[in-house]
């Protein structure tokens, strides 16, 4: 019996590999054109990408026809190649760089040689194509940008890289590729899919026609169209209110979440990243480092919140019943707590409304330490204050769609034991967080998202910006309730102290007629750190804000850096943007005038010198200082005044 086991078990592995053989060389046939065979050319048919509207059907992007020469460095023969250099306009050092990196790529598949030529560059090498053999032309599709707003929103398109292709077979050299915005978020929906042509080479390498009569041939898939939930006409206004400026604007619709506005100053013209200058510009729009064009200050910055963070102050110390609508605190131009946190307000007795809408330190101090110190243990304290925080959508990803973002920052008891090893909190020690001025960072969406969620008296969607996908179903994520820790109850006395700060407080001469709107205004303190120095930079400029009172249509947030104060520039901005949403005119032609005219480049460049002091003059870098100083206390007390 063993001695017929091991003839039988040589046996059997016989037939099995013969048998796989003979299937992988005649009946598979797949195999064939997985493999690099010199008789079969594999020719990819490249679709269109999908088309992008705004949420009112404006046609966004769009496409444009785009030629690449490719190579295949083992066809290669004898070519003029002083001709083939002059007709494309590259130097005989450029032609070997570029087969060599091909080479590299594969000696036997195709690689792209020169992208992206127009149609009368097209016209001239195609005419003498045949003499060049080893290189063909491949018909692509290039975006074709129909407005000039909204680059950070929409990425751009660019040639995968090695580290792609290592990860994605779908993709191969020359391939294009969706970065950032929905480009890249929305990259496999509206890329569509790729055809394939297989051609049968004779022995003189030429196509002499379709292989198995073109049997293992697929037709190309165009890309999905993107329907946008930007209200274009909104997002052109925001771009030009924020010329000269530097800074973010985002407007949502608190009843669905959806982005209306994503402005991010300054910024670019899209159509800078196509075509063959695409490399080029991208390089000088990476290497600004002053302006940052490419720094979507929208989704990724990060600024302390300033005063509008009073409202989630008020908001919880109602919830935690430590203050409400009646309690009374006095202001002495601000207040002692354990060190004075001084405030513009002056000699006053105030209560919640008249506290949110004169924007008192004093009355949210003293509601911030009552709320810290109403349970023993101080940590406690702090995580309870944190999660109310949190539940507004601060301090976290709000699972945009979009493919970047901050978290921010909301500190709680494991920030605080680091920094005080573990001793007892008091709440004067972080005092300033009740006025957003702590450790409290937000970003400009983090801020509208806020807005929405008391707009909606307690409850938020995550913003996004596509609102259609042609033939698919939104992901649910977007349309799922997210809700706050505070009761409703407790935000129509705030909301009321909002629509006052129109009526009687620190926004009264922004109100339009017509339309009740709830806003915040915000001063944040702003300071740099150069070569070990600390200097005092001009605050913020924030507001936040919310509109019509009743069945709210658009909640927004506007940062302007170095803005002086909320209601100098974020504030006509935001009432500007709220008038041209709902009315889609404007009658306040003063503020519009005032803000699409007006500039802060002057504040920029005293910043840029200090940034780069050691390349000027000492003596200008502390002129430059001594003057912001003034300018700072000037503005300081024009604000009081106001």
Same mark, same amino acid.
């Given at each position: 019996m063993r001695k017929a086991l091991l003839p039988a078990v040589i046996i059997i592995t016989s037939v099995i590999l013969i048998a796989r053989i003979f299937y992988l060389q005649v009946i598979d046939e797949n195999l064939k054109l997985q493999s690099e065979n010199?008789?079969?050319?594999?020719?990819?048919?490249?679709?269109? #990408?999908?088309?992008? /509207?705004? #949420?009112?059907? +404006?046609?966004?992007?769009?496409?444009?026809? &785009?030629?690449?020469?490719? =190579?295949?460095?083992?066809?290669? !023969?004898?070519?003029?190649?002083?001709?083939?250099?002059?007709?494309?306009?590259?130097?005989?050092?450029?032609?070997?760089? !570029?087969?060599?990196?091909a080479r590299v790529y594969s000696p036997m598949l195709p690689s792209v040689f020169l992208s992206q030529l127009n149609k009368a560059e097209y016209a001239a090498f195609q005419e003498k194509e045949r003499k060049f053999e080893g290189f063909y032309?491949?018909? #692509? &599709?290039?975006?074709?940008?129909?407005?000039? %707003?909204?680059?950070?929103?929409?990425?751009?398109? *660019?040639?995968?890289?090695?580290?792609?292709?290592?990860?994605?077979?779908?993709?191969?050299?020359?391939?294009?590729?969706?970065?950032?915005?929905v480009e890249q978020q929305y990259e496999e929906i509206l890329r569509g899919v790729k055809g394939v042509k297989y051609l049968l080479r004779d022995k003189h390498n030429k196509i002499i026609g379709p292989y198995k009569e073109g049997k293992f041939d697929t037709i190309a898939q165009q890309g999905k169209d993107l329907t946008l939930t930007i209200d274009h006409a909104l997002?052109?206004?925001?771009?030009?209110?924020?010329?000269?400026?530097?800074?973010?604007? =985002?407007?949502?619709?608190?009843?669905?979440?959806e982005i209306l506005a994503l402005v991010s100053a300054p910024t670019y013209d899209p159509a800078l990243l196509v075509g063959r200058q695409r490399s080029k510009n991208f390089t000088a729009l990476y290497n600004d480092s002053i302006s940052k064009p490419l720094y979507d200050r929208s989704l990724q910055a990060t600024y302390p919140p300033g005063s509008p963070f009073k409202i989630v102050t008020g908001l919880i110390g109602l919830q935690e019943e430590v203050i409400? %609508?009646?309690?009374?605190?006095?202001?002495?131009?601000?207040?002692?707590?354990?060190?004075?946190? @001084?405030?513009?307000?002056?000699?006053? *007795?105030?209560?919640?409304?008249?506290? *949110? /809408? @004169?924007?008192c330190n004093s009355y949210f101090g003293h509601t911030y330490k009552r709320t810290i110190e109403k349970y023993k243990d101080s940590y406690y304290s702090v995580d309870n204050w944190a999660n109310h =925080? +949190?539940?507004?959508?601060?301090?976290?990803?709000?699972?945009?769609?979009?493919?970047?973002?901050?978290?921010?920052?909301?500190?709680?008891?494991?920030?605080?034991?680091? =920094?005080?090893?573990?001793?007892?909190?008091? &709440? &004067?020690?972080?005092?300033?967080?009740?006025?957003g001025q702590g450790e409290v960072l937000t970003s400009p969406i983090q801020l509208a998202n806020m807005m929405a969620a008391v707009a909606n008296e307690g409850y938020y969607f995550t913003p996004h910006i596509v609102k259609k996908i042609k033939g698919q179903n939104l992901d649910k994520k977007y349309t799922t309730k997210h809700? *706050?820790?505070?009761?409703?109850?407790?935000? %129509?006395?705030?909301?009321?102290?909002?629509?006052?700060? /129109?009526?009687?407080?620190?926004?009264?001469?922004?109100?339009?007629?017509?339309? @009740?709107?709830?806003?915040?205004?915000?001063?944040?303190?702003n300071k740099i750190r150069v070569a070990g120095k600390t200097y005092q930079l001009k605050d913020h400029s924030i507001f936040v804000a919310f509109a019509p009172r009743e069945n709210p249509k658009i909640a927004l947030a506007v940062f302007i850096e170095n803005g002086y104060w909320g209601s100098r520039w974020a504030g006509p901005i935001a009432t500007l943007m709220i008038e041209k949403y709902l009315n889609g005119k404007i009658s306040r032609k003063d503020l519009e005038d #005032?803000?699409?005219?007006?500039s802060i480049e002057d504040e920029y460049r005293k910043i840029e010198n200090i940034i780069f002091q050691r390349k000027v003059d000492p003596t200008r870098v502390q002129d430059s200082l001594n003057k912001i100083n003034v300018e700072i206390s000037e503005a300081k007390k024009e604000e009081e005044e106001n």
């Open positions: 010199n008789a079969i050319k594999k020719v990819f048919d490249f679709p269109e #990408r999908g088309y992008i /509207y705004d #949420r009112n059907g +404006k046609l966004l992007v769009a496409n444009q026809p &785009s030629y690449d020469i490719m =190579v295949v460095p083992r066809e290669i !023969k004898d070519i003029d190649t002083t001709e083939f250099c002059s007709l494309l306009h590259i130097t005989k050092a450029d032609f070997i760089k !570029k087969v060599e990196k032309t491949q018909k #692509r &599709s290039l975006r074709d940008y129909q407005v000039k %707003e909204g680059a950070n929103i929409f990425g751009f398109i *660019t040639q995968v890289n090695e580290a792609i292709l290592k990860k994605n077979k779908y993709y191969n050299s020359g391939d294009l590729i969706g970065k950032q915005g997002q052109q206004y925001g771009t030009e209110l924020m010329i000269n400026k530097r800074g973010g604007i =985002v407007a949502i619709e608190p009843k669905t979440g409400d %609508e009646q309690t009374t605190f006095y202001c002495n131009h601000g207040a002692n707590f354990g060190r004075f946190m @001084k405030c513009h307000c002056g000699l006053h *007795t105030l209560q919640l409304n008249n506290g *949110t /809408y @004169k924007s =925080v +949190k539940s507004f959508g601060l301090g976290q990803f709000l699972g945009t769609d979009m493919p970047i973002g901050t978290k921010g920052l909301v500190p709680d008891s494991k920030l605080y034991k680091r =920094v005080y090893n573990g001793a007892k909190i008091r &709440s &004067s020690y972080i005092i300033s967080n009740s006025i809700y *706050t820790t505070i009761d409703k109850q407790y935000f %129509e006395p705030i909301i009321q102290g909002m629509e006052d700060v /129109y009526n009687f407080g620190t926004a009264s001469g922004l109100r339009v007629e017509g339309i @009740k709107i709830c806003g915040k205004t915000g001063t944040a303190e #005032r803000m699409l005219n007006g």
